[in-house]
């Protein structure tokens, strides 16, 4: 009973040391243009979403790490910002079927973050 009871103190403690140093990603306002089917090389296609970083221990994303987004379109743009508070921050268009956003470029401290 008693490694039992060791085992259920340490993984709280465990939960008191890791979670504050991780940070959360959510994916919102997903929308494709045109709707339907599409034909593929004919179709000119729009996608637009919204990346929400979390802050969880007052780092929004671990600077160690990345994000990358990929597609299978032909020709594609990666045209994006990083929002920080509110404030927009416009970065160039990528023109690439991989998009890697870096952890120096996503990682902040206590800010409200969406790119």
């Known amino acids: 009973m008693k490694t039992g009871s060791l085992i259920i103190v340490l993984s ?3 939960c008191f040391i890791a979670i504050p140093a ?3 990603v959510e994916v919102g306002h997903v929308n494709v243009k045109p709707s339907g089917d599409l034909e593929s090389g004919k179709s000119n296609v729009t996608a637009d ?3 929400s970083f979390i ?8 600077s160690d790490e990345s994000v ?3 597609t299978e ?3 594609p743009v990666w045209t994006y910002s990083i929002i920080l508070d509110g404030v ?9 079927k991989q998009l890697d956003l870096s ?3 996503l990682s902040y401290e206590n800010v409200d973050e969406s790119v």
Request: glycine share 8%; aromatic share 12%.
């Open 22 to 24: 991780m940070a959360s």
């Open 73 to 75: 379109l032909d020709n």
């Open 88 to 96: 927009e921050n416009p970065r160039p268009p990528v023109s690439k």
């Open 103 to 105: 952890g120096w470029e």
């Open 12 to 14: 709280i403690i465990f």
């Open 68 to 70: 990358s987004l990929k």
């Open 55 to 62: 802050s969880i221990g007052g780092e929004t994303f671990p």
């Open 49 to 51: 979403f919204q990346l």
